[in-house]
Structure formats: structure tokens, C-alpha cells
């Protein structure tokens, strides 16, 4: 069963002309940069890698451009064969760290911290391409009510970095909320939507690029545009596997291993939602074998990740938000995201340019794009019937995801390894839906 998206420029398998594809290509690439990034940038400062921290950045724009050129092409069973962006996975930051201080902690060198992370991550991937092959055995656990549930709880727990970009940014201090921010941030939103609903289709699939342009010159205006990044970043950066070594410690693969698991249903969740936007299938055969290659392509991202010194990637929701906002649903404006990725990986200095913009515009375009996220969950949940079993698995499941996230303190008292599940609200959602699912009969006709 397939549902044909009218507001889509561009469908699934359709080739844009070059210079629509790079432009949607671009956008993409701008939607998902930061976060890219970020999650080298903490680990890195976190654990006091020094002069590491650059190169892992640059490692990381060069595997999301191959992982995601894998996933759009689908290479044999692996990749899904959708528009679908692959970026270092933020889910592991909190296991990834505890096995760095634990290396830490026994005098270990960052070289030997890398090598620690790294091998755990690798042993890992293989949990997600095993788990990849069962999917179609899981249908009960797989349904669009868990997977709307994730979705909807993805959204909206990225809208929190969104909107704190919109204000000013983490390290705004008590400039967060200053009158000029909010006006930048809403300066980006209305200008998308403008350029959005003029009603041109080109003007539409640059309307995030437009936004992001207009609002970081206006910000210019202001000393708000920092370009010191451009200088002090490396000009190439050449991938060598297994730079740092490698190795493992079982007591810190636990947590890790719990999270491929959960990465699996993530993206799966992030695939269906991406299906649902580009007018394809969610349910059938066709549907369940992007899924399944899919999250083989996560598995087998996350290993390449690991062999060139990065974290573990996946499937990135923000740019599914990106396809509803532009109407490019085609697979080969992935392969032109996943070459100007690794372009930014060779050369740092490029992935740099992007980085001064300036807090404010780009949450501006963030809380958008999340909030979009959000949108199509409910859109997956709201082409269910709404039976009291279904009410109450969505209920249990947001009140538990959305309690953790505004009461983070509820869970402080819990051991670490209990953390890792009760304080993430994407974790929690997807398992209490799960079980919930598992748990609660079938409704009788």
C-alpha cells in the first residue's frame, strides 16, 4: 500500500536536475552539521582530548557521508533506499562518557580512552546488524504505535536544543533570552515560512538555506558572527583506521550493547516516519525491508564509524523535517549530501565555515525542523484507530518520557546502569510502548 504524497516536488526515485539536487543537498547538509559535530565537540571536552577533538570532528563529517551514501543507494541488503541522513548518534553520549572516565580513571591516556570507545562501539554494531535480520519476527514490539510514540517523543525532546539555540545558546550565560536572540530566531522562522508558501517550488526547496542566509547577516550586523573557527581549523584531514588502537572491557559493553538495541527501534521509527513524509509505504513488504536494511545500514554504519575513529551513527530525525519543508523526497539528493559530507571531513576548514552561525538563526531553523519531527509522529499515530489499548500505551508512554524530561531530578537516586534507560526520555518512550504492546490484549472487535 502505497500513499502518494501530492506536496512532494520530487518523489522517492526521482532525479532532480543538478542544481536542485545540490541546493536540497545543501539545505540537508545544514540541518544536520551541528549536530554532527556536537557530539565530538562534548565527548572530546568532556574527557579532555585536547588536540584530538578536531580530527574526530573531521572523522565524523567524513562517515556520516559515507554512511549516508550507503543508506540512500542501498548497497546489497544495506540502507534503506530512502532519503535518509546518517550523523553521529547522540543516544550514546552517556555510556560512551562513563567508559571514558572508567579508562580515565586507571590513568589512562586519551589514546587509550579512543581505543576503549571505539572497540565497544564496534563489538556493539554487531548487536544492530544481528537484531537487523529479526525485524520482520517482531511485529508486535515494531507497530506504528510504538513507532509514532518514538517519533512524536523524538521531536519533541530535540525541540529543548532547539529552542535553546533560538534564545541564545547553552553558553549564553544570563544573555539566554535577550530580546535580540528571540527577534533573530523569529526573523529565521518567518522568513521560511515566507519563502515557504510563496508557492515557487525552487524558492520552497531553499526556503531553510534562505532563512539560515538572511538571518546570519542581519545577526552580522550585531558582531554576532564569529569567524575565528575558520582560522584555527586544519586544512586536511586524512582517515586512518584504527588510529588510536582498540580495545574492550565487558562491564562497560553492557550499557552500550542495551543502547544498539534501542537505536534499532529508533530507527525504525525514524524510517517510517521518513516513509510516511515521502509518500511510500508503512506497512508490506516493501516497507519492511527498508526497515530491516535500514537498520542493517545503522549496524554496519556504526562499525565503519568505529574503524575510523568516530561514534556511532544513525539514522538522523531533523532532516525528515527537512524533506516535509522542502518537498525532496529523492534518494539521489542523499548521494550529493553524502559527497558534500565527506568533502567536510578531508577538509575541516569547510565543516568550520558552517559553524559561524550564529546561536539564534539556527535555532531559529531547529525548532522548525524538531517540531516537524514531531508532527509527522502524531501523524503515524493519528492513522490508527484510537482504541482504548492504543490510548493508554500512548499515555503511560508520553507521561513517563515527558515527566523524566521536565523532572530530570526524578531519577538521580537511580544506579548508573538504570539511568541510562529511566533518565532518557526517547529510551523510556520506546520501552514503555514496547512492553505496554506486549503486555495489554488486543482489543476484541
Not at 579508562?103 to 589512562?108: A, H, L
Not at 538504570?418 to 510502548?433: C, E, H, R
Request: glycine share 12%; charged share 10%.
Amino acid at each position: 500500500m502505497s500513499e502518494q504524497n501530492t506536496q512532494l516536488v520530487y518523489n522517492l526515485n526521482d532525479v532532480p536536475p543538478p542544481p536542485k539536487a545540490a541546493l536540497a543537498a545543501f539545505q540537508h547538509v545544514l540541518a544536520s552539521i551541528v549536530g554532527i559535530a556536537t557530539p565530538s565537540l562534548i565527548i572530546g571536552g568532556v574527557l579532555g582530548l585536547g588536540e584530538h577533538v578536531s580530527y574526530l570532528i573531521a572523522m565524523a563529517f567524513f562517515v556520516s557521508g559515507v554512511a549516508t551514501f550507503i543508506q540512500c543507494r542501498r548497497v546489497g541488503p544495506v540502507g534503506s533506499g530512502l532519503l535518509s541522513v546518517q550523523g553521529t548518534s547522540f543516544a550514546f553520549l552517556g555510556a560512551i562518557l562513563a567508559a571514558g572516565f572508567a579508562v580515565k580513571g586507571q590513568g589512562g591516556t586519551p589514546e587509550d580512552i579512543l581505543a576503549m570507545i571505539f572497540g565497544l562501539c564496534l563489538a556493539g554494531s554487531v548487536i544492530e546488524i544481528i537484531l537487523s535480520q529479526f525485524l520482520d519476527k517482531l511485529k508486535r514490539v515494531i507497530t506504528p504505535t510504538v513507532t509514532g510514540v518514538v517519533i512524536t517523543v523524538i521531536g519533541l525532546s530535540l525541540i529543548k536544543a532547539g529552542f535553546t539555540d533560538f534564545a541564545g545558546g547553552a553558553r549564553a550565560g544570563e544573555d539566554l533570552g535577550k530580546p535580540l536572540f528571540l527577534l533573530l530566531g523569529l526573523l529565521v522562522v518567518a522568513v521560511i515560512l515566507f519563502v515557504t508558501f510563496l508557492g515557487n517550488p525552487m524558492l520552497r526547496i531553499a526556503a531553510i538555506m534562505i532563512g539560515l542566509v538572511v538571518g546570519t547577516i542581519v545577526a552580522s550586523f550585531f558582531g554576532m558572527v564569529d569567524v575565528s573557527a575558520l582560522g584555527s581549523a586544519k586544512l586536511f584531514a586524512l582517515p586512518v583506521p584504527f588510529k588510536y588502537g582498540i580495545d574492550f572491557d565487558f562491564a562497560l559493553f553492557v550499557p552500550i550493547a542495551f543502547l544498539y538495541f534501542v537505536t534499532a527501534i529508533e530507527t525504525s521509527g525514524d524510517l517510517t516516519a521518513n516513509s510516511v513524509i515521502s509518500g511510500e509505504p508503512v506497512e508490506g513488504d516493501v516497507y519492511m525491508g527498508r526497515i530491516k536494511g535500514g537498520v542493517l545500514g545503522d549496524g554496519v554504519n556504526s562499525a565503519i564509524a568505529a574503524v575510523f575513529n568516530t561514534f556511532p551513527n544513525t539514522t538522523f530525525s531533523q532532516n525528515n523535517g527537512v524533506i516535509q519543508m522542502t518537498g525532496v523526497a529523492s534518494r539521489h539528493v542523499g548521494m550529493w549530501i553524502g559527497g558534500m559530507l565527506a568533502l567536510m571531513g578531508l577538509f575541516p576548514v569547510i565543516g568550520a565555515f558552517f559553524l559561524i552561525i550564529p546561536k539564534p538563526v539556527l535555532g531559529g531553523a531547529t525548532v522548525v525542523l524538531f517540531a516537524s519531527i514531531a508532527v509527522a509522529g502524531i501523524r503515524i499515530l493519528a492513522s490508527q484507530e484510537m482504541t482504548l489499548r492504543r490510548i493508554y500505551i500512548m499515555a503511560v508512554s508520553f507521561g513517563l518520557a515527558l515527566g523524566v524530561t521536565l523532572v530530570p531530578d526524578a531519577t538521580q537516586h537511580l544506579p548508573n546502569f538504570m539511568k541510562q534507560v529511566f533518565a532518557a526520555p526517547i529510551t523510556l518512550a520506546g520501552l514503555s510502548a514496547i512492553i505496554l504492546s506486549l503486555a495489554i490484549p488486543e482489543d476484541k472487535e
